[in-house]
């Protein structure tokens, strides 16, 4: 599995992700979003409500961060945002639980879509084995006084996707 796909993988492996903005004030604001969907190559979907302040950052500074932590394994996406207005999409990310935010459904002419279009990617995964592998790695290498070998692409790589 190339790096790419392992992070298509370990995507998919969470629900929820922070999402930062730069506000209208011109600084760093982070909130935690669910995930409305992910598309192969690390394409991101977030639904919010219409008249939502992030929308109005990204419009004036699309630049954007997302972070997702949980299990021992960490991704940090760096990118792009764009409001999708689609109701087809819409349909297509729809999820039982945004019928909290949206009751009349994916019609609901609330409902957005921020699509955040990945730059750069990297992850780390140290869960299970992974991580008793990454410790005996880093022990080795504490005992020797060196700096522990970088690790396979499938714990760290850092991704620009296609």
Not at 8 to 19: E, G, P, V
Not at 54 to 67: G, I, S, Y
Not at 103 to 111: D, I, K, M, R
Not at 144 to 152: A, C, D, K
Request: one cysteine or more; a negative charge; glycine letters at 6%.
């Amino acid at each position: 599995m190339n790096a790419q796909e392992r992070l298509d993988q370990l995507i998919a492996s969470f629900d929820t992700a922070m999402l930062v903005t730069t506000s209208l004030r011109g600084q760093p604001r982070a909130r935690p979003m669910a995930i409305a969907g992910h598309v192969k190559g690390g394409l991101l979907y977030f639904a919010t409500r219409a008249e939502d302040e992030k929308l109005e950052e990204l419009l004036q500074h699309p630049d954007v961060a997302v972070t997702m932590q949980g299990d021992n394994r960490f991704l940090s996406i760096t990118g792009r945002g764009r409001i999708e207005t689609d109701v087809q999409l819409a349909r297509e990310m729809w999820k039982p639980s945004m019928k909290l935010w949206f009751p009349e459904g994916a019609e609901s002419p609330q409902l957005t879509l921020i699509l955040v279009e990945p730059l750069c990617a990297e992850y780390w995964d140290r869960a299970g084995l992974r991580r008793l592998e990454f410790l005996w790695e880093a022990g080795k290498a504490l005992v020797r006084g060196e700096i522990p070998e970088e690790p396979p692409q499938d714990l760290h790589a850092k991704v620009r996707p296609e």
